[in-house]
């Protein structure tokens, strides 16, 4: 069975940082490639970032790009998101998604139950 568990939300001031993690279980987390996404109340669900297997390749949505970023650490079967300059239009559920199949680039079949982070001064 396959587990994705996110941590590291919380509340942070604006201009702040916060470093998400995601741990992932029952599957070759090596080989999968990983997503992170994000939603707000009453707004569809963005797609941030991702990272593929080989751990050199990472894409970045626009809106988040510079300010974020993608790593992975194989040999703790856990992904990370570094983000940086946090404004109050990066409050939102955070979510981590895996394909669940090897060496594919898509879709993300498994999701986690995400993690919030919310700017406040």
């Known amino acids: 069975q396959v587990h994705v568990i996110e941590s590291g939300g919380g509340l942070v001031q604006p201009g702040g940082s916060l470093r998400l993690s995601c741990a992932v279980s029952?599957?070759?987390?090596?080989?999968?490639?990983m997503g992170w996404f994000r939603q707000s109340p009453g707004k569809e669900r963005e797609y941030l970032a991702r990272?593929?297997?080989?751990?050199?390749?990472?894409y970045y949505a626009d809106s988040v790009k510079g300010r974020i970023t993608i790593s992975r650490e194989n040999a703790k079967n856990t992904m990370y998101l570094q983000m940086n300059s946090l404004n109050f239009g990066d409050e939102a559920t955070y979510y981590c998604?895996?394909?669940?199949?090897?060496?594919?680039?898509?879709?993300?079949?498994?999701w986690g139950q995400g993690t919030q982070v919310t700017v406040s001064s």
């Open positions: 990272i593929i297997w080989t751990v050199v390749a990472s």
């Open positions: 029952g599957l070759s987390f090596s080989s999968q490639t």
């Open positions: 998604a895996t394909a669940g199949r090897p060496f594919v680039g898509g879709p993300f079949d498994y």
